[in-house]
């Protein structure tokens, strides 16, 4: 019987002993980080003919008083909250804006322009701003892709068309937009 009694309690012992094992004998702690970096994204929509800026048909010797604006705006979808710059610069590679429209055919017969980024035509807009620094551009923030920013372009014709030859008369404005 003494046998089977101490069997009994070491047999008690031994699962009381397993029992306590099971249960914590300390603990520890650490963190980990979950994250992410969105950069930003920008997308621009325009295209020659549907933000064309056109004066019409002039009359020799007679200078367009009216500031011309694009038929669409230039329309900009950036991240949220990411700044940009948009930059224009007419063929000529002229930094404030100053532009020539070419004759069709006679290439030497030019007529100046002026970009604008105001209807009043006191902001010229040209391709000097750089992240940080508006120079002659327009700056603005994204407002997400899905929401666009509208920005209008404005021109007007520096000088007579006097002695200028008869035609068309043309050129391209290259727009980027910086991010």
């Not at 969105?38 to 500031?67: E, M, R």
């Not at 002026?114 to 407002?143: E, F, H, M, P, R």
């Not at 929401?147 to 035609?167: D, I």
């Amino acid at each position: 019987m003494t046998f089977n009694k101490t069997l009994l309690t070491a047999t008690i012992l031994t699962l009381g002993g397993f029992a306590a094992m099971s249960a914590n004998a300390g603990e520890k702690t650490g963190a980990f980080a979950v994250n992410m970096t969105v950069t930003s994204a920008c997308n621009i929509a325009t295209s020659v003919g549907a933000n064309d800026i056109s004066f019409g048909s002039v009359a020799a010797g007679v200078v367009p008083t009216a500031n011309k604006e694009s038929k669409l705006a230039i329309a900009v979808n950036c991240s949220k909250a990411a700044p940009y710059i948009i930059t224009l610069e007419p063929s000529n590679k002229n930094p404030n804006g100053l532009g020539d429209m070419t004759h069709a055919t006679l290439s030497a017969e030019k007529i100046a322009y002026q970009l604008y980024s105001d209807d009043a035509g006191t902001n010229i807009w040209g391709n000097t701003g750089v992240l940080g620094t508006v120079g002659n551009s327009v700056s603005d923030t994204g407002k997400g892709l899905t929401t666009a920013t509208n920005h209008s372009v404005y021109a007007t014709v520096q000088g007579s068309t006097e002695n200028n030859a008869v035609g068309l008369y043309n050129d391209n404005v290259t727009v980027k937009v910086l991010y």
